[in-house]
């Protein structure tokens, strides 16, 4: 008995400091969580600021309720998440097939690099006002907007990756008979691009939420439309209920990402 | 006699040139090289000398300047040659079986099919029980035989052989060079292997063709008729080891 406790001590508390040490991380991190709750709910309970300027965080469940009872939340999100998609999509599949393009063809590099040059500095916002006048304030134009934000974003990450593909791979294929410009872009560069392409596209789903809210914000149906709506009622406690979806919302699409990339890209040591 | 060998390979006045800044390299002149279906030859020279180049050309990686180069094939096959690489080049987003049938993929061999004869390819190399793995898995040594068992899964007449040892320790590498024997046997194919190592030129081929000098071109040609198995450094083996070293030393004397 003492002999099996003496071997297995150093061991079985090794494993347990390390718990400790994830256990401790997380319990500092809720330790945190709960002093910045506290101190937001004093301010205005303390009468720092106006409680109708900075509602309370015990305010926001009610606040939440409401919303979601008379089905404004779910509309909102649904209305978001669409424009979001949707612009998500265009934009990626067009700034992956022009990075690819562009990468693959030095020709198609030049002819497009002053172009590029001209238009990648302009915000995917100040393509605001040409998207009002296009579409009017409709769905449509948010998803403008959220193309152009996240098309220069992958475009460049894909161009670039693409770009860097191991020329040795290339002749591989080559050596095989596939000589061909698809056969080496579905052989070769698409997957040895794709870690490039992906971190360009998770860059490119957070700028993607920035456009959404931004385009709602101008009245497109949506948790930037419906949080100014709220603001203009000063129903502050409203607007923080949208601002914390946003934040959900947004981490669960990137935690899923995650996990899709994670798996894409399990063949990385 | 000579005449009546089909040859597989009949390289005639093969000379390779290009440009780079302005400034014209010969790699290769005027190389005349036959060999027969089912030899294995190597090919030794020093770096630089063109013996990748020349197999570059002949799996059309690279494109004669000047000469004709013919690979003649009686099977069906869409590649009548195939090259294993120096860096074994397995492509790192495929499991090891999918690297093997990366070759059979487009010929219109059903997936079903490819698989199993990838599974084959590896099985010869004594690899099948990894099939599954990430190229990232293996060692040195694996890799290289995957690599051979994706030159060998498309069934080439000739199989080309670029230093792919050259990498290796010691111990991989010789297992390696007695599984290659083995294969050649086994499997009757044509082998062109590449090399700087003289003792692995010996040990393995049939017959060792010097490449010298810059241009690189044929200045020794050594048929090697040692029985096999073969042992390493054996007198015979030593024996021609000093005269290809002679004719590596002789040529490059008045080159330069």
Known sequence: MALTETTTLPASSGISRARLGALGSIGLGAAGLLTFLLIWEAVPAL??????MLPGPTDIPAAFRSEFASGMWFGAVLGSLSHYMLGLVLGAALGIALGVVTGMSRVA?????????????????????????????TPTAAVFI?????FWIVFFAAHGAVRAVD????????????????????????????????????????????????????GVPGLGHRMIEASAL???????????????????LDSLFLVTQNWLLRWKA | MESVIAHVIDIRGLSLAFERDGRRTE?????????????????????????????????GLAKASAGKVAVSTTSAARQPVALVFQDSRLLPWRRVVDNVSFGLEGSGVSRADRRARALEALGIVGLADLANRWPHQLSGGQRQRVALARALAVEPEVLLMDEPFSALDAISRESLQ???????????????????????????????????????????????????????????GAEIVADVRRHLGGARGPAH
């Open chain 1, 47 to 52: 009468g720092l600021v106006n409680p109708m």
């Open chain 1, 109 to 137: 590099e030049d002819l497009t690099a002053w172009v590029v040059r001209v238009l990648r500095p302009i915000p995917g916002l100040a393509w605001a006002p040409f998207a009002i006048i296009w579409f009017g304030v």
């Open chain 1, 146 to 150: 959220i193309t152009i934000s996240v």
């Open chain 1, 167 to 218: 020329r040795d791979l290339l002749e591989v294929a080559e050596a095989f008979g596939f000589r061909r410009a698809h056969e080496k872009l579905l052989k070769i560069y698409l997957p040895a691009a794709m870690p490039g392409i992906l971190v360009g596209l998770r860059t490119a789903l957070g700028q993607a939420w920035m456009a959404v809210v931004a385009a709602e914000i101008f």
């Open chain 1, 234 to 252: 000063l129903a502050t406690d409203i607007v923080v209920v949208y601002m914390l979806t946003m934040a959900a919302l947004y981490g669960m």
């Open chain 2, 27 to 59: 790699v290769l002149r005027g190389l005349d090289l036959a060999i027969p279906r089912g030899a294995f030859v190597a090919i030794v020279g020093a770096s630089g000398v063109g013996k990748s180049t020349l197999l570059r050309v002949l799996i």
């Open chain 2, 178 to 236: 007695d599984e290659v024997t083995r294969i050649w046997q086994v499997t009757g194919k044509t082998i062109l292997f590449v090399t700087h190592d003289i003792e692995e030129a010996t040990y393995l081929a049939d017959r060792v063709v010097v490449l010298a000098g810059a241009p690189g071109r044929a200045v020794a040609d050594h048929a090697i008729d040692a029985p096999r198995p073969r042992r390493r450094g054996d007198a015979a």
